[in-house]
């Protein structure tokens, strides 16, 4: 069916997507079924016990500040736009401001930092807050996309507001990690909120072998990730996490005369959301959660680094191929050249039309400092050696390689 593409099969490479676990499709299967809106607890108890459970593991697992709140949202956008929200009813509550009944007319200054390489839904969060997303000071980056602290302290030196600064777990492009300790002891002796956008980053803290790249987010005032990315659940699945549970409910909560509200014993999931009326989301976070443990969610993070790295090894014994970044996690950006001296630009882009053309694998593409490049995103759960020899082999063919 040309209509649809197989973004949960084993050679889906293009965006960071996972596909889907049998335990998760089951409990997602279970969620249409049951249909419980999970905004009040007193709509579904089990909705609120199950997303303060599920929330409560990956605290522990990502290794974040003990007693941070949790929202369950559609993804990494929604994620990142309620973490922002909570950092503007903070900031400026420190200055006797409150942006929930004032607004934005006439309230005192703040600045927002990100990197040359933070996220598109950093941007389009900033605009739908009213931060806008031209205010922003963007800090440069080194070769592997990774926020440069020296050039963060240097801006800061001349900044006098208080600051939101937006880091990184997990460049799209390259999957680098910005240097977290070091951008929070920058930001650390001044009124800010450190935000973490750890859309799939965010899983290297499951893994021994890749939990130092996530050094230091016990540091964030919040984080965010997506659990249909990595944690292979289905769409839709994003999870924001907060040290200042207080300000993320200020940020998010309402109050109306037929809301059936909790008791503070109890959690109404609206409360730390944007939406009232919601799926149950927490309910295949859960089964997957339940299912892998933390030894099944570090295999198949360390496997799909595996596999990344199996893929730029392959690609890159033919001479025209060009691996762009250094592969430390799941992120693989490939450029093509021509001897004859044909734009590789050019080159590039039709290699990658020709490989979604194929229908071996699927892949995108990226623009990288200024060039086009073939960006390949491993995180399905089912992929194999074989999945990545197979497509490799195809990538090559349709490059005039094989």
């Known amino acids: 069916d040309r209509a649809v593409v197989a ?3 084993p050679r889906y490479f293009g965006f960071v997507v996972g596909g889907s676990l049998p335990v ?20 579904s108890p089990v909705a609120a016990a199950v997303e303060q459970i599920a929330g ?30 909570a950092a503007r009813h903070a900031l400026l509550g420190k200055l006797g401001w409150d942006v929930e009944q004032q607004g934005l ?31 922003v000071v963007r800090v440069p980056t080194d070769d592997q996309g990774r926020m440069r602290s020296d050039k963060l302290r240097s801006i800061l030196a001349g900044i006098q507001t ?20 070091e951008i929070a002891a920058c930001v650390r002796e001044r009124p800010s909120w450190l935000h973490i956008d750890g859309a799939f980053g965010l899983w290297a803290a499951a893994s021994l072998a890749h939990r130092p790249l996530a050094q230091g987010l016990e540091l964030a005032d ?25 300000a993320h409910q200020a940020a998010m909560s309402l109050h109306a005369s037929y809301y059936v509200t909790a008791s503070r014993a109890e959690r109404d999931n609206c409360n730390w959301v944007p939406e009232a009326s919601r799926r149950a989301r927490g309910f295949t976070v859960y089964a ?10 570090a295999e198949i993070v360390e496997r799909c680094c595996q596999l990344a790295r199996r893929m730029a090894n392959r690609l890159s014994q033919a001479p025209a191929v060009t691996i762009l970044n250094d592969v430390v996690l799941n992120q693989v950006l490939v450029r093509f050249s021509d001897p004859s001296g044909k734009d590789s630009d050019e080159l590039t882009a039709k290699v990658i039309r020709r490989v979604q053309e194929d229908g071996t694998c699927w ?18 759960w089912s992929t194999t050696e074989k999945d990545i020899d197979v497509s490799a082999e195809a990538i090559l063919r349709c490059a005039g390689q094989k």
């Open 363 to 380: 892949l995108g593409g990226t623009t990288w400092h200024g060039m086009h490049a073939m960006r390949i995103s491993i995180s399905n």
């Open 162 to 181: 208080p600051v939101l600064v937006c880091a990184q777990a997990g460049n799209v492009n390259t999957g680098s990690f910005d240097a977290i300790p």
């Open 7 to 9: 973004t949960a099969g």
């Open 222 to 246: 919040s984080v965010s990730v997506d659990c249909h990315k990595w944690l292979n659940v289905p769409y839709d699945s994003g999870l924001v996490f907060m040290r200042d549970a207080a």
């Open 288 to 297: 997957a959660l339940r299912f892998l443990g933390r030894e099944g969610i």
């Open 24 to 43: 998760a499709v089951a409990a997602d299967w279970l969620t249409a079924v049951w249909d419980q809106n999970a905004a009040f607890y007193a709509h």
């Open 105 to 135: 007319f006439g309230a005192p200054a703040m600045t927002v930092i990100t990197s040359d390489e933070s996220h598109v839904s950093i941007f389009a969060s900033l605009q739908m807050l009213g931060l806008g997303s031209g205010q």
């Open 56 to 85: 409560d593991w990956l605290i522990e697992l990502f290794g974040l500040a003990k007693g941070c709140s949790v929202g369950f949202v559609t993804g990494g956008t929604m994620a990142n736009f309620t973490a922002l929200a």
